[in-house]
C-alpha cells in the first residue's frame, strides 16, 4: 500500500474529475483541499434551481453504472448507500422529422421487432453488432480505459497486442455501422451516443460502438434527484475522507514548483505541495502556469479538434408534456449537414439534430405540482457568434420545430425560461472557444493522443478531466480522477509506515 500522508494537495476545480481525484487522495492519506471558481461543486455537473424548478444543467444520462460501483467500491461503499436508481422505459425516444417515432426500451426483443421494421434481417444484425460492443467494452474497459498508457510503447507491448485483436480500432463509426444495417435511419439510432463523446460518425474511431452495450446492454437509468444527487454523493463522500472545499475561489495563477506550490487565489494564496488541475486543460496551461512552464503551445490548442457547444433552454412549463420521454431526440432524415455545420464549416444549423431532457418524467421533485421540467440541448459549433438577438431566434426556431416534430407545443404555457450558449460555456467553465465538453474523440485525439495526466513542464502539477484520458464524459471523468491519483502515487507515494 502506498501513502500520501504528510503530503498536501490542492485540486484546482470541482468537476466530477477533479472531485475523484479528491476521494482517491484522500483516501491515501493526503491533505487535501478542492477549490472551485463558481457558487456550487460539480462543474458541468451543476443545478439550476428557481422557482420551484431543478435542472441539472450539463450531464443528464446515468450511463455505465459498472464504472460508479467500481468507483464507491474502491472506497468499501455502494452507490446505494448515497441514491437509488430507477431504469427507464423507454431509455430514450426518437423523433424523426419525416414523422416517423421510434421507442428504445429495455425490452431487447421488442427493439429488434423494430429494427425489422426498417430492414429485413435487422434484428439478428443487431444482435451481432451487440455481441460486438459487449466485446469491446469489456476488453476496452479492462485493458485500456482503466490502464493509463501514455506511450506509443505500451500498445507495442505483445500482451497488449494480444488484447486489442479483433478490437475495432481504427475506421470511423460511419463505416463499422454500415457494414452491419443499411437503413440511414438504423445507423442513426446506433450512432447518436457520438453526442456524448464531442464527435461525428464520420471522425469518431470505431472502436466507440461499445458505446452501444453501454446503451442496450447495461441500461439507462435516473438517479433520484438527478445527477446533481451523484455530485453531492461524491462530495460527501469526499468530506468522509477527509476532503476540504471552498467555493467562489478561483486560482488565478500557479507558481512555485513541487513542494512549494503557490495557487493564487482572491482569498488568499495556498501553499501545496502538489497540485492537480481539473480546470479546463488549456486554461490552465495558458492562463494559470508562466510561460516557461507549458506543456504546450497556443497554436497546439488552436490546432485541436474541440467537441460542439450547446445552446440550451432550460424550461418550466404549466402542465405535462406527454409525448416526450425522459430522454428525447429528434432527427432530421439526414443529419450530416449538422454535423457538417459543427466541425467543417461552423455554422447555427438550419434543421438541427437536438436532444430534449424531461426528469419531471420520472422525479416529481424537479418542479411545481402541475408543471414540467425539461431542458433543450442543441448540439452547435463551438466559438460561434453568440448574441442575444440569435439567442432569441434560435429560441423561436426551436421551439416551433419542437411543437412540428413531437406534437408538444411549449410556446404558450412557459413560466420559467433560462438560456445558456456559447459565451457562457467559456465564462462559467473557462472553455476553450466555448465548447460544452472539450476535446473531441477523433482518432488523433484518443488515448495516448490526449494531453497527459502528469504536466509536461512542471513537476508535482497533474491534470484531471475530459480533456485528458479516458476522456469525456462523467464515468470517464470519474476513471480520469483515479488515473491522476495513481500517477501522484506512483511519483510520491511511500509504503505504508514510512
Given amino acids: 500500500m502506498q501513502s500520501l500522508a504528510g503530503e498536501s494537495v490542492v485540486v484546482i476545480g470541482a468537476g466530477v474529475g477533479g472531485l475523484s481525484t479528491a476521494c482517491y487522495l484522500a483516501d491515501a492519506g493526503a491533505d487535501v483541499h478542492v477549490i472551485e471558481k463558481n457558487e456550487q461543486l460539480g462543474g458541468r455537473a451543476s443545478r439550476l434551481e428557481r422557482d420551484g424548478f431543478r435542472f441539472d444543467m450539463g450531464p443528464s444520462w446515468y450511463l455505465m453504472p459498472d464504472v460508479f460501483e467500481r468507483f464507491f467500491a474502491d472506497f468499501d461503499r455502494t452507490p446505494s448507500d448515497y441514491y437509488t436508481l430507477t431504469q427507464l422505459d423507454p431509455h430514450y425516444r426518437i423523433f424523426f422529422k419525416d414523422g416517423d417515432r421510434v421507442d428504445v426500451t429495455p425490452d431487447r426483443e421488442r427493439t429488434k421487432r423494430v429494427f425489422e421494421e426498417y430492414e429485413d434481417g435487422a434484428g439478428d444484425a443487431l444482435e451481432r453488432y451487440l455481441e460486438k460492443s459487449r466485446e469491446n467494452y469489456e476488453v476496452g474497459m479492462k485493458h485500456f480505459v482503466y490502464k493509463d498508457r501514455t506511450r506509443l510503447r505500451d500498445y507495442i507491448d505483445i500482451d497488449v497486442a494480444k488484447q486489442a485483436r479483433g478490437l475495432s480500432l481504427l475506421g470511423s463509426m460511419q463505416g463499422h455501422v454500415e457494414g452491419y444495417f443499411d437503413h440511414p435511419k438504423l445507423q442513426q439510432i446506433m450512432q447518436y451516443t457520438l453526442v456524448f463523446l464531442g464527435g461525428s460518425p464520420t471522425n469518431t474511431p470505431a472502436l466507440y460502438n461499445l458505446m452501444s452495450h453501454v446503451d442496450f446492454n447495461l441500461g439507462v437509468w435516473y438517479p433520484d434527484g438527478g445527477i446533481g444527487a451523484v455530485v453531492d454523493a461524491i462530495v460527501e463522500l469526499g468530506r468522509e475522507l477527509g476532503v476540504t472545499y471552498d467555493t467562489d475561489r478561483p486560482a488565478t495563477a500557479i507558481k512555485g514548483r513541487e513542494g512549494a506550490f503557490l495557487v493564487e487565489t482572491p482569498q488568499g494564496p495556498l501553499r501545496p505541495d502538489l497540485v492537480v488541475s481539473n480546470a479546463d486543460y488549456a486554461h490552465t496551461e495558458q492562463e494559470l502556469l508562466p510561460p516557461e512552464r507549458r506543456g504546450y503551445d497556443a497554436d497546439y490548442w488552436e490546432s485541436r479538434t474541440y467537441a460542439p457547444s450547446a445552446f440550451l433552454l432550460y424550461l418550466g412549463v404549466e402542465g405535462d408534456v406527454d409525448e416526450l420521454a425522459h430522454h428525447t431526440l429528434v432527427l432530421p432524415t439526414d443529419w450530416q449537414d449538422h454535423f457538417d455545420r459543427i466541425f467543417e464549416e461552423p455554422a447555427w444549423p438550419d434543421d438541427p439534430a437536438y436532444y430534449l431532457c424531461v426528469p419531471s418524467e420520472t422525479d416529481d421533485t424537479v418542479a411545481p405540482d402541475g408543471h414540467s421540467a425539461l431542458f433543450v440541448l442543441v448540439p452547435i459549433a463551438p466559438g460561434l457568434e453568440d448574441t442575444p438577438e440569435i439567442r432569441q431566434e434560435y429560441r423561436d426556431r426551436i421551439l416551433a420545430d419542437v411543437a412540428d416534430n413531437t406534437g ?20 462559467r467553465y473557462n472553455s476553450y472557444d466555448g465548447t460544452a465538453l ?52 506512483e511519483d510520491y507515494g511511500r509504503p505504508t509506515g514510512q
Fill in 408 to 427: 408538444t407545443d411549449l410556446r404558450d404555457r412557459i413560466v420559467f425560461e433560462e438560456r445558456f450558449c456559447v459565451e457562457d460555456f467559456a465564462s
Fill in 438 to 489: 472539450g476535446l473531441a474523440h477523433t482518432l488523433r485525439q484518443t488515448s495516448l493522443f490526449r494531453p497527459p495526466h502528469r504536466s509536461k513542464g512542471l513537476e508535482g502539477l497533474y491534470f484531471v478531466g475530459g480533456d485528458t484520458t479516458p476522456g469525456i464524459g462523467v464515468p470517464m471523468c470519474l476513471i480520469s480522477g483515479e488515473l491522476t491519483a495513481e500517477a501522484v502515487l
